[in-house]
């Protein structure tokens, strides 16, 4: 069994920056596929960002392309997530899951364990 524990939220103003991070305890982190989701007041949850089991291969969704970088270091299994130029529409609580199965997965279906979540806040 894998626990995640997510920090690093908070507020910050539109174009600002936040780091989230994401420690893994109860297993090897470097067995799991990792990412980020989020969901804001009234929304479905939805995709942030992906990364592989060893940290060569990421993903991101199209609105945070270019603005957020995934990173980890499974010396520390823990997960990182940069998150530039900021926008009131990023406003959400953030998600760091992991995956055993799938080597980027996309969906939260592929994912078989869940933090509880960071508030991210962006004032315009």
């Known amino acids: 069994q894998v626990q995640l524990v997510e920090s690093g939220g908070g507020f910050v103003q539109a174009g600002g920056s936040l780091r989230l991070s994401c420690v893994a305890s109860?297993?090897?982190?470097?067995?799991?596929?990792m990412g980020w989701f989020r969901q804001a007041p009234g929304k479905e949850r939805e995709f942030v960002a992906a990364?592989?089991?060893?940290?060569?291969?990421?993903f991101y969704a199209d609105s945070v392309k270019g603005r957020f970088t995934i990173s980890r270091d499974n010396a520390k299994n823990t997960v990182y997530l940069q998150m530039n130029s900021l926008k009131p529409e990023d406003t959400a609580v953030y998600y760091c899951?992991?995956?055993?199965?799938?080597?980027?997965?996309?969906?939260?279906?592929?994912?078989?364990?869940w933090g509880q979540g960071t508030q991210v806040t962006v004032s315009s």
């Open positions: 109860g297993g090897t982190s470097s067995k799991y596929a």
């Open positions: 899951a992991a995956a055993s199965s799938n080597p980027l997965p996309n969906s939260g279906d592929d994912y078989d364990y």
């Open positions: 990364i592989s089991r060893g940290g060569s291969m990421t």
